[in-house]
């Protein structure tokens, strides 16, 4: 029998730098004053070994991109597709300043951050013994083929005991899937909850991330298909949609969820489904998700007969069903 395939958990020194040039921007402060929260003793140590260099060209550089509009995950896309240590990269993007890469060397050099990684050398290698021992019974490679064929995709996990403390940043570099991971929050100023104590935490998050990178991709790869589908509106309740306004965003929503409930449930406990459920109907007026859970069961049923390959096979078929079955559904009234 052929050995599943593993997520693969590791760090990365790319990722590792840009979160230290984050630490030096006003991004710390200005996600708590988003929501306060309690950080890591690294990220408070990493603030204060790059203190000084607030001026940095580099770190300037990052904040002028972050006042500009760009986000954390095509700031990370460009350091992820970049070669350490030069950062050059054959697809920099056109908003991407062509002297970052050489800031960022220098950065890397003049902060000294070599050093201060192996100080905390202990710090990076628990939570990746964490998230090893957390994974390595789960299949996320068959969680994700169900919906999206066989992959050739490696799946990483990057543990970030940095900054961001508040964003899981899913990233597509080549054929790597990145789910780059926060551990869990925890109330007030509390530090953060170790990765091992809360399992279903990151195999929910992880699963999101390669479940929205993956989607992406086929739905780019048809896209008649997926304009034909938005031309008229999905049938979400009002308080979703104001929070999803985009239709694509909308279906995302909709499909990450209900692939999500299926996962908890086939795979940990109908219990934590459940949970899952009433958190997302609460939070984001999904009352559409039983509906959406429905259908998917459906596609799952039909495909382990042969009838579909991919979910972009049952794509048109599940967009007018959702609609028919909200007329016939208390849960879509």
Same mark, same amino acid.
């Given at each position: ?13 790319? =990722? ?41 060209? @580099? ?21 992820? +597709?970049? +070669?350490?240590?030069?950062?050059? /990269?054959?697809?920099?993007? +056109? ?14 050099? /003049? ?43 490696? *799946? ?5 005991? /940095? ?27 509390? =530090?953060?909850?170790?990765? %091992? ?33 938005? %031309?008229?509106? *999905? ?5 979703? @949609?104001? *929070? ?14 209900? =692939? ?25 007026? *999904? ?41 016939? /559904?208390?849960?879509?009234?």
């Amino acid at each position: 029998m052929t050995e599943p395939r593993k997520v693969l958990i590791r760090l990365d020194d790319r =990722a590792r730098l840009i979160s230290a040039a984050l630490a030096a921007t006003l991004y710390p402060l200005q996600s708590q004053q988003r929501q306060k929260h309690g950080v890591t003793l690294h990220a408070r140590g990493t603030r204060k070994w790059v203190s000084v260099y607030g001026t940095h060209p @580099a770190v300037l550089t990052l904040q002028g991109l972050l006042d500009a509009g760009i986000g954390l995950e095509p700031i990370y896309t460009h350091i992820l +597709d970049s +070669d350490w240590p030069t950062f050059n /990269s054959e697809r920099r993007a +056109d908003w991407v300043p062509p002297e970052w890469g050489e800031q960022l060397r220098q950065f890397h050099e /003049s902060a000294n951050l070599a050093a201060w990684w192996t100080d905390e050398d202990e710090q990076w290698q628990l939570p990746i013994r964490h998230l090893t021992r957390v994974l390595a019974p789960m299949d996320l490679y068959r969680a994700l083929e169900v919906y999206f064929g066989p992959l050739r995709e490696q *799946l990483v996990v990057l543990p970030n005991i /940095s900054f961001p403390t508040d964003q899981i940043l899913a990233v597509r570099s080549g054929d790597d899937l990145f789910a780059v991971l926060p551990p869990r929050r925890a109330w007030g100023d509390s =530090a953060p909850w170790p990765y %091992e104590s809360d399992k279903t935490y990151v195999y929910q998050e992880a699963l999101r991330a390669y479940l929205r990178l993956l989607l992406d991709a086929m739905l780019d790869a048809q896209p008649e298909e997926v304009a034909a589908a938005s %031309e008229r509106p *999905l049938p979400v309740g009002e308080r979703f @949609a104001r *929070l999803h306004p985009i239709w694509r965003e909308q279906f995302t929503e909709l499909f990450i969820a209900g =692939a999500m409930v299926l996962f908890l449930e086939d795979t940990l406990d109908p219990r934590e489904a459940r949970a899952y459920a009433q958190q997302v109907t609460k939070v984001e007026g *999904l009352t559409l998700l039983p509906n959406v859970v429905r259908l998917m069961k459906r596609y799952e049923g039909d495909r382990a007969l042969g009838k579909y390959a991919t979910f972009m096979d049952y794509f048109t078929i599940f967009i007018r069903q959702l609609r028919v079955t909200l007329t016939l /559904s208390p849960a879509g009234r």
